[in-house]
Structures are given as C-alpha cells and as structure tokens.
C-alpha cells in the first residue's frame, strides 16, 4: 500500500512558478515509479509528467515540456513538479500517482495508487 499527499498547490499569475510536493509513504518509495496528472472542470484526467523508479527516466506531455519538470527525492520519500512559466490553461487539479513497476507510463489507469489532488490556479 502506498500513501500519497500533494501540497504546494495555490493561485499565481500567468508567467509564474510553483513547486508541487507529493510526499508518498507505505510501499517503498524507490519501489515505485510516479507520475503527475491533471484535471480541469468538464475534462478527463491528462498526463502530465513522470519518472521511473530510479530516477534516470522521464517524460511529459507536449504541453509542458520545457516549462515543468519532475524530480525525485528518495531521502525525502518526496516527489516534485516544478512549473515554471505558468499560463492559464495549466488550471487544474494535480494529482501524484504511484505504480509499483520499475517504468512510468503516460495511462492513468496503469497507476494503483493516487493523492487526493492539490489546486493549482493560473489568471491571465
């Protein structure tokens, strides 16, 4: 079983930062490759971004790439997303999601364990 709960979340403008947290306890935390989703209001759940189990893999969604990054801390038992260069369609709920394999995917419905989610709002 894997415990997972995000915070950072918050209102900023467009062109800002925010730097998400997904502190994950349980099932080892190295066992567990991770991704981040989002889901705005009337939309399905999208893939954001993710790391495999060892950190050495990652990928994103054409809509973020060179804006968010993901990373991992084992020490921490954390996971991170930084957005950088945010704009309005990034609105969203965000959620961290765990899959106990060594490789991420980009299918949610691959991922077992989920946090409850963290707002993040962008004005224009």
């Known amino acids: 079983q894997v415990h997972l709960i995000e915070s950072g979340g918050g209102l900023v403008q467009a062109g800002g930062s925010l730097r998400l947290s997904c502190a994950s306890s349980?099932?080892?935390?190295?066992?567990?490759?991770m991704g981040w989703f989002r889901q705005a209001p009337g939309k399905e759940r999208e893939f954001v971004a993710a790391?495999?189990?060892?950190?050495?893999?990652?990928s994103y969604a054409d809509s973020v790439k060179g804006r968010f990054t993901v990373s991992r801390d084992y020490a921490k038992n954390t996971l991170y997303l930084q957005m950088n260069s945010l704009k309005p369609e990034d609105t969203a709920v965000y959620y961290c999601a765990a899959r106990p394999a060594p490789y991420s995917t980009t299918r949610y419905k691959d991922y077992a364990y989920w946090g409850q989610g963290t707002q993040v709002t962008v004005s224009s």
């Open positions: 790391i495999s189990w060892s950190g050495g893999s990652t």
């Open positions: 349980g099932r080892t935390f190295s066992s567990n490759s």
